[in-house]
């Protein structure tokens, strides 16, 4: 009785060593399953900065690009305006050539 009773408490001093190891690994597992859910946060955190930092440099740049294409459209029109302009007194200065040519031979025909 006395060997049943020693083979017993061994059995629950190895039973109670189990318990002690299973709740150290629980804890540990614990512990890593919360520095990874920190880690997520963090990471999660990150992301969404340089998510708002990519949306503000493409606004900044489609602004600044929007602001590019719209000088190079003023410039434009005012060369077009300008060049219409040009082509409008070269045909006048032309038109007055042609008609003081028509008078020269006139002149010179009589």
Known sequence: LRQEYLVVIERLKEL?????????????????????????????????????????DLTKHLDSREIK???????????????????ENNEKEREKLLTLLQQMRKELNE
């Open 16 to 56: 109670w060593r189990s318990e002690l190891q299973y709740q150290q690994e629980h804890t540990n597992h614990k512990l890593h399953l919360s520095d990874m859910a920190d880690n997520i946060d963090q990471n999660a955190k990150d992301m969404i900065a340089m998510k708002a930092k990519v949306e503000r």
């Open 69 to 87: 294409i719209q000088d190079q459209e003023q410039q434009l029109k005012f060369l077009q305006e300008t060049l219409k302009t040009q082509q």
